[in-house]
C-alpha cells in the first residue's frame, strides 16, 4: 500500500478505536488492518498510536471546521486598524 493510503488506513483505524472507546494502541490498530485485510509497513501503526497518546481526539475532532472564515476573520482586523474600509476616490 502506497504511504498516503497507508497513513489513511492508520487514520481510519484510529478514528474507530476512538470511537468505541479503546484506547489507541500500535497492536489495536494493527489489528484492525489486519482484520480488514490491509498491509501497511510495520512502522505506520506504532507511529499513529504514538501521535495520538495525550492528545484529546474528541475536542481534535469537533473542531474541524469551526475555523471562521476568511471573510468573517477580516472584519474585526479592519475594524481594530481604524474602523473598516477606505472610502475610494470620488465616493465622497
Known sequence: MSGNSSELACV?????????????T??????????A?????????????KLC????LGAMISSIGAAPSAGAAAAPVAAAAGGGAAPRAGCG
Open 12 to 24: 481510519y483505524a484510529a478514528l474507530a478505536l476512538h470511537d468505541d472507546g479503546v484506547e489507541i
Open 26 to 35: 500500535a497492536e489495536k490498530i494493527s489489528s484492525m488492518l489486519s482484520a
Open 37 to 49: 485485510g490491509v498491509t501497511v509497513e510495520p512502522y505506520w501503526p506504532s507511529l499513529f498510536a
Open 53 to 56: 497518546v495525550g492528545k484529546d
